[in-house]
């Protein structure tokens, strides 16, 4: 009678193959985790950077435009508004990871509210006149393009001042301000001597 010779035993084989298939599990589940961020980074609204001719002096003025979520076009959706600080750009607020940037950005995706960053004429601007009608003209123009229920307006440092003295010029375009300024600080004071040429009512509002 044969015995059964027993096969030798090899561990190190045995583990190897053991670590392949959970090296391949690995890598399969790593692949479907990033082609899911993938999916869904390319489902989620980009910024888009929008050109448009001032009504004021027929230039060429940008804002950036972030829609919420799972946007639709046939619901009404409130506008939050955010302006720069002193030697910045409209791409600031959306962009950077400072937490009145990030802040801002929050409240908007979480109330779903539309979310735009004008140049407001400059990284120095102050809202002088020139600015301030353009931002009428942003409200005005985007709510021919979509269904805007209530405007906000917000603001770090200069942008904190510009979006005070905006509320207070459109009191009727405007349903809250929220001014993003340090401890003790109120920016630079805005009066109407700073531009000689400064008309003595605001720009007309939207309709």
Request: proline letters at 7%; hydrophobic letters at 40%; glycine letters at 6%.
């Amino acid at each position: 009678m044969l015995a059964r010779i027993a096969e030798p035993f090899q561990p190190a084989t045995r583990l190897g193959a053991a670590m392949s298939r959970t090296w391949h599990r690995f890598t399969i589940v790593c692949l479907a985790c990033w082609a899911s961020a993938a999916v869904s980074f390319a489902d989620s609204p980009q910024p888009e950077d929008v050109l448009f001719l001032a009504d004021v002096d027929q230039t060429e003025q940008r804002f950036v435009q972030l829609l919420p979520p799972e946007f639709q076009s046939e619901k009404t959706h409130e506008l939050l508004i955010a302006l720069h600080g002193h030697g910045s750009d409209r791409w600031q607020f959306v962009r950077d990871a400072r937490d009145e940037c990030r802040a801002a950005r929050d409240v908007a995706a979480k109330h779903r509210m539309i979310y735009v960053s004008p140049d407001y004429r400059a990284k120095t601007s102050w809202m002088g006149p020139k600015a301030e009608a353009d931002v009428v003209q942003i409200i005005r123009d985007l709510k021919k393009r979509h269904r805007i229920g209530r405007v906000f307006i917000t603001g770090g440092s200069m942008g904190g001042t510009a979006a005070l003295t905006f509320a207070a010029l459109h009191p009727d375009l405007v349903a809250g301000v929220a001014s993003l300024v340090k401890k003790g600080s109120t920016g630079r004071p805005v009066t109407l001597d700073s531009w000689p040429d400064v008309p003595r009512k605001p720009a007309p509002s939207a309709p």
